[in-house]
């Protein structure tokens, strides 16, 4: 029986959604400033938010002109509105599948995966449509738990690696193998700052 669904997904955030923006806060809010430093986006650039959550991107992007967030839970998409008006931020906020994104083909000059990989169902959808909606020379920024060609999973990851999945996240999928099949290139990884190797972010272009 597959446990990582939509379905499963919603159910769970929906149960997160009030106290995660703490939770996330305390885990990832130097990875997602390093994402940003590396991601560079311009003022001017089109933005896309997937799997947005309870907005904790938005203030990095509330001085930007052309954002939109998309999430699968109604409950986040919720917080997110909440968020954008309380950083009174110009973010169009959608509920959405990240796996069948509805927008056309090259709209995007940037997709912002944070935590969401690891997370969706399906990560090589997930890629295939953040390439799909990017203009040729988007570029694509990703933090979260993944592996790199050539690395395997060690024995603490393949333990732990079924209750996480059922409860927070993966953390064995591979960020090489899901851009090789969306066809983007990975042009920069780093470790995330104090994560003890486990969160990385990685830059990616089409
Ligand atoms: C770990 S949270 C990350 C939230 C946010 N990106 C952040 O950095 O704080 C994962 C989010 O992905 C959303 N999600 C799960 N499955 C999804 C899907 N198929 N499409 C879009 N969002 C999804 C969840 O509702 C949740 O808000």
Redesign the pocket.
Known sequence: MKINT?AW??I???I??PI??FL?KVV?ERT?AKSFELLAARADEKIL?????????FPFLKNLKNVTA????P??VERMKLQREKLDANIEVLE?????LQFPNETFDCV?????V?????AEK?LCEAARVLKPGGRVVV?DKFLLTGEKAGWLRKLIEPIATLL??TVNRNLSDLAAAANLKIKTVTAAPNANKLLRVALLEK
């Open positions: 939509n997904n919603k769970r955030y929906s997160y959604a995660y923006p996330i990832a997602r938010v997937v799997g947005g959550g309870t907005g904790a991107d998309v999430d699968l839970t409950d986040m959405m599948d990240g796996q069948q912002i995966l944070h935590f969401i690891a997370v969706i169902p399906d997930c933090a927070f996240t």
